[in-house]
Structure formats: C-alpha cells, structure tokens
C-alpha cells in the first residue's frame, strides 16, 4: 500500500522569505501522480501544484515550485516570496495511475504560519 | 477550476436523528466521487468512493449501514448519516474526479456536523 509522510506539523516563515514543505512517499508503481493541496482557515481544499511521476522536469506554479527526487520518493514544495495568505495547512498528496478511479491518499499535513 | 458544491455548510441535529449533505460538481460530469472526513487539525480521511449507478466502496472500519452515500446522477453525490451521535461530530468534505484534461480531484468546502 502506498503511504505519504509529512515530516514537518509545523513551519514558519517571514514574509517574501522561502520555505520548503517536505513529503516524502512510498509506493512500488511506476506511474503515479502527487499533489500538495492548500486547506486555508476557511477549510476549502485547494489545488497548489501536480506533479507527474513519469515527467523529469519540476513543476512551477508562479511563486510554487517542487523538487521531485523519483529514486528518493522525494517531493518537497518550496514556496518563494512568501505572502500572509500562504499561511495555512499544506497537504501531500499521491494517486495512484495505475488503478483507475482511486482516491488520493493524504499525509499528515504541514501547518504554515506567515508572519509580518 | 472546475466548482464543486457541499449543502449545507454547517448543520446541527440531535442524536438519533439522520442528515442528508449533498455534494454537487457544478460543470462537469463527475463519474466518481470521493467522501472524507477530516477531525481538526488532522488529515483528510477518506470514508467511502462513489460511483454513479453502483454501490459505493467503504473503506475499512467504516459502517456501510450508518454513511450511506447514494450517487444517483453524473452530478450529485449524498452521504446520510444515520442515526447520529455525538462521536459523528465531525467536517465531511467531498471531492469530485473531473476527468476532462488533467484529471483532476476538486474538493466541495465541506459540511461541519454537530451532533447534541
């Protein structure tokens, strides 16, 4: 079965200043996708960045990144110039490609705090 | 992105009562859909995935006879709670397969059940 870590339940970050959500994950597929939801105060889900497994090249969002490491299962988000509404809870998450119709499997989560 | 919509928001019941939420994708077709639950400060916990015209999958340790969820149309999902109690307090979020373009998961804002 696939699993999805979130090392970090808590980071911090100043405004405009980087910081790097790390997830690392585990899986015996070939083919898969991962995520990194955004949950803000207001709880709605919502889509970052996406990531597919079979693509070499990192994804870019405007002021999101990711460093994919396939042979480490490694997915990290670096977010760059960070804004208070940054500030939220930060989700990982990987779908399996090969079983179609599967639900994403979450980690933990990683709490984002953004200060001024 | 594509909208997915949760009724209602927030609703209080008394204990051995039963609720009905409902989860809509607002512009898309959806063939599956997903239930979560999610305690605060906690991942996303999937219950159960719909498919329209089939019986849902429960995962395990999730009562089939107390959630059940009926996806009787390309666009809507229901997930009844029944015979509350207290310990099903809880935020459901729903999510919906858009399987145009990227195929991506949209999540509906959730519905927080209180039970007295």
């Known amino acids: 079965a696939q699993t999805v870590t979130q090392s970090q339940p808590e980071m911090s970050v100043q405004e405009a200043e980087t910081v790097t959500l790390s997830c690392t994950y585990d899986?015996?597929?070939?083919?898969?996708?991962l995520f990194w939801y955004k949950q803000p105060p207001s709880r709605q889900m919502i889509l970052v960045i996406r990531q597919e497994a079979y693509k070499q090249q990192n994804a870019t969002e405007n002021r999101f990144s990711v460093n994919f490491q396939k042979a480490a299962k490694s997915f990290s988000l670096k977010i760059s110039d960070s804004q208070l509404g940054d500030a939220a809870m930060y989700f990982c998450a990987y779908r399996s490609e090969i079983q179609a119709g599967t639900a994403l499997i979450f980690g933990k989560g990683t709490t984002l705090s953004v200060s001024s | 992105g594509a909208v997915v919509s949760q009724h209602p928001s927030r609703v209080i019941c008394k204990s051995g009562t039963s609720v009905k939420i409902e989860c809509r994708s607002l512009d898309f077709q959806a063939t599956t859909m997903f239930w979560y639950r999610q305690f605060p400060k906690q991942s996303l916990m999937l219950m159960a995935t719909s498919n329209e015209g089939s019986k849902a999958t429960y995962e395990q340790g999730v009562e089939k006879d107390k959630f059940l969820i009926n996806h009787a149309s390309l666009t809507l999902s229901t997930l009844t709670v029944t015979s509350a109690h207290p310990e099903d307090s809880s935020f459901y979020i729903c999510s919906a397969r858009d399987w145009r373009g990227l195929d991506t998961q949209y999540f509906g804002p959730g519905t927080r059940l209180t039970v007295l």
């Open positions: 899986t015996s597929e070939s083919d898969y996708y």
